[in-house]
């Protein structure tokens, strides 16, 4: 798994990229949700690297040696943990977490998977 320096644009697009994978579907509504609520803007992010780290992220878990793959995408918390870690500025921290909430309640349902995911950063 890549690694990203802490509070990088990337960093904090790897967060989005696991809620907006975690229900095993990347929608059109989560996605737009992230331009209607101005969250590029709010955590620093511009959309190409969204979407070069999703890809990149996407690479990763199929590269890992165990991806945990079944209905929906589920990595094991440490790397989540992991993860998260790599946002460490707390006012960072909040407005990714509120933006993960929005991408995660889109499609107007928390899968399991998202909601781990958002557990685990609040």
Request: proline share 4%; aromatic share 4%.
């Amino acid at each position: 798994m890549r690694t990203y320096p802490a509070d990088s644009p990337q960093a904090v697009a790897r967060v989005l990229a696991l809620v907006l994978l975690a229900d095993g579907n990347v929608s059109k509504a989560e996605l737009d949700v992230i331009d209607r609520v101005g969250g590029f803007e709010q955590v620093g992010l511009e959309r190409d690297v969204m979407e070069t780290v999703l890809q990149n992220f996407c690479e990763d878990l199929q590269q890992a040696q165990d991806p945990h793959w079944s209905n929906a995408c589920q990595i094991d918390p440490r790397t989540v943990d992991d993860l998260l870690a790599e946002i460490e500025d707390p006012l960072l921290r909040v407005s990714l977490l509120r933006l993960c909430i929005a991408v995660a309640a889109a499609d107007n349902h928390v899968a399991d998977g998202e909601l781990s995911v958002l557990v685990s950063a609040a």
